[in-house]
């Protein structure tokens, strides 16, 4: 944790209130729907965030100066270590030195708002982090004492029990939840081991659990909780909910937000946003107050949503709607901007003359006959709701340029633009403006004409640029088509990028290629390892090491050698690494973007294989990783024994 929080604990004090019961009504049936709501350290529970009340109202004053509680989000979480570090002599909880005006007159407040407040325990003697009374053997008694506070919501952490024990002990905290008659909803926070409580925390009487041990506060610590999400779709639904983190926004852009908040919403995850860094001072009402993602997170057509492609660097998600309609997340996790294809056929969706797309963010809506892809900026997505039905909508449209899969600093690139439309009117007046990247100059014009583009047809053109001198930054070349269509003037627009390659080196000869240098690598968790993997652990598959060494990667992976055409045969012995007991991935040898050879699907225990490629002519080998499109969490892959015969 970089920082501690510190809210802005002045924000909207003076906003005003709105009237409500003091005891606001609980959920008649707890996690009947995925909650949305506030929370602070939600991706640690080991009381790094002790503050007093007027933190908790300034949030809860937020919520509904900012509109969001009026969109949905009415929880007040309260972080662990609210309560005394003891008991009172009568055994119950009392409140920390930062509520001096007592727990009920702050649930009161709470409730006043038109908001409902949660605080947390653990099934131990003390919470995590050991500062704070857990409920072992109080249930009845803390229950009982939440419950006549009006509490809403528990948070049960797991840090201090018996492992085998944890179930049992959530089912006694549910079982005296029931006895006080009020409805409570119970998450069960497993933070410190993986007792995967989707498999019997609903079983134990409790109504969201979480899926994801980190926290989920960076990029690619939420990349890393999505991977974890695959396969869990039919654990949860109405009444219990997978939880795969809390949405904490402080080193996330715009399009991270909107990504994640797209991703969280087809998995129907509750939107708890957390409030834990200091950079957290302001909710990002922008983006959690959009009707539509809201909408589909509290939308339970009886199926999960979940992911229908993967490539790598780019995935496609998708949840059908209550009302036939499905959603599609187009997500990239990349660097580099990236085109994705997609259609209706991945949602699922029954076929029809023509199809009603709304983009989630933007609120564009368009027709399309089947086809859905675009090009998506670099950790960001697409997220579309498509209805089969068209409508008087303009034509959906995509632009992608194709791009080589690097680009040499020194040689001479050609990029082929395409402009496609997939609506059932046409488009006229298409116009095509690229922007040379910096260091580029383009060796014929940059602008283009076409007459009308009919539907179904796509508008091709190329263009060629050199390096004004050695690049030295990633190509990224932004493209533009202005257009003219039944509904109007539109435009379309997207980012041609690709990772520059080192400048290349000499030809092999004979050797390892864990020894050489590389022209770039690219991987999913970490950097390549020469001799290693997971920060310096052994290369070792079922046991067994390579005296010989060799490269540790994980997936997605590829890792890019010049060969200037001079080598005949690459071979390598891979597999599953053992640092990852749940890994399924697989291997491919690509020369110039051609495939030459590929492992399948690879499971952690299964024989390593043997490769032996030719490579005759190959200028550019790439050795790539990847996921079987299951995820990568715990996808560690070695190439043992590398070796180019030259």
Not at 159 to 169: E, H, I, K, N
Not at 496 to 519: D, I, K, R, V
Request: aromatic share 8%; with cysteine.
């Amino acid at each position: 944790m970089r920082r501690l929080a510190v809210l802005l604990c002045a924000v909207f004090l003076t906003a005003t209130a709105v009237p409500a019961a003091a005891d606001t009504p609980a959920d008649p049936v707890p996690g009947e729907r995925p909650p949305l709501g506030i929370t602070w350290g939600a991706g640690s529970s080991y009381c790094l965030y002790q503050f007093g009340e007027d933190r908790v109202k300034a949030a809860a004053d937020q919520l509904v100066g900012s509109g969001l509680r009026d969109a949905g989000y009415t929880y007040v979480m309260l972080p662990n270590c609210w309560q005394a570090a003891q008991r009172d002599a009568d055994g119950k909880l009392t409140a920390g030195p930062g509520y001096p005006s007592g727990i009920p007159a702050l649930v009161d407040y709470v409730h006043s708002r038109g908001l409902k407040i949660g605080f947390t325990s653990g099934t131990g003697e003390r919470t995590c982090g050991l500062q704070a009374p857990g409920s072992l053997d109080h249930e009845d008694l803390d229950a009982r004492t939440l419950a006549g506070w009006g509490a809403d919501y528990l948070r049960y952490d797991t840090c201090s029990s018996v492992t085998a024990d944890v179930p049992g002990r959530v089912r006694k905290m549910a079982d005296a939840i029931a006895r006080t008659g009020r409805p409570i909803t119970l998450e069960i926070d497993d933070t410190d081991r993986n007792l995967s409580p989707w498999l019997w925390a609903r079983a134990a009487g409790a109504q969201v659990w979480r899926t994801y041990q980190n926290p989920t506060f960076d990029f690619g610590y939420s990349a890393g909780s999505l991977d974890k999400q695959y396969g869990l779709g039919g654990y949860h639904g109405p009444g219990g909910w997978n939880m795969p983190g809390a949405f904490t926004f402080s080193y996330l852009d715009t399009g991270e937000r909107q990504a994640k908040l797209g991703l969280w919403a087809v998995l129907n995850a509750p939107l708890i946003t957390d409030m834990a860094l200091a950079a957290d001072t302001t909710l990002p009402a922008a983006e959690l107050n959009n009707p539509d993602i809201i909408a589909v997170d509290q939308d339970w057509a009886g199926v999960a949503g979940h992911k229908v492609r993967d490539t790598g660097w780019t995935e496609v998600w998708t949840k059908p709607m209550s009302d036939g309609s499905a959603v599609l997340v187009l997500f990239n996790r990349g660097d580099l901007a990236a085109p994705i294809t997609t259609s209706v056929a991945d949602a699922g969706l029954p076929a029809a003359a023509g199809y009603r797309v709304r983009d989630l963010w933007t609120g564009d809506e368009t027709e399309t006959t089947g086809a859905l892809g675009g090009t998506v900026g670099r950790h960001a997505a697409t997220v579309l709701r498509v209805w089969p039905s068209s409508g008087a909508a303009a034509p959906r449209t995509s632009l992608t340029v194709e791009l080589p899969d690097s680009v040499p600093p020194a040689q001479p690139v050609t990029a082929a633009v395409r402009f496609t439309n997939t609506g059932s009117t046409p488009v006229t007046g298409a116009h095509l403006q690229l922007t040379a990247p910096a260091e580029w100059a383009f060796d014929s014009p940059p602008e283009a004409s076409s007459g009308t583009v009919e539907p179904g047809a796509t508008w091709e053109t190329a263009v060629t640029l050199h390096p004004v001198s050695t690049a030295t930054q990633p190509f990224k070349m932004p493209v533009s088509v202005t257009y003219t269509t039944a509904s109007g003037s539109r435009a379309s627009v997207a980012s041609a990028e690709a990772p520059l390659l080192l400048a290349p080196n000499q030809p092999y000869t004979n050797g390892l290629l864990n020894t050489q240098p590389w022209m770039s690598s690219e991987n999913g968790l970490g950097p390549v390892e020469r001799d290693s993997t997971d920060n310096g652990h052994p290369l070792t598959i079922n046991g067994k090491t390579d005296s010989h060494g060799g490269l540790g990667a994980h997936a997605p992976s590829v890792v890019r050698y010049y060969l200037g055409g001079k080598c005949k045969t690459f071979t390598a012995t891979v597999g599953v690494d053992d640092r990852g007991p749940g890994g399924t991935l697989g291997f491919r040898v690509l020369g110039d973007g051609v495939e030459l050879e590929a492992t399948g699907d690879m499971r952690h225990g299964d024989a390593a294989q043997y490769l032996a490629v030719p490579v005759k002519g190959v200028q550019v080998l790439a050795l790539a990783v990847d996921d079987a499109s299951d995820g990568s969490v715990g996808d560690w892959g070695d190439w043992l024994s590398p070796y180019l015969a030259c």
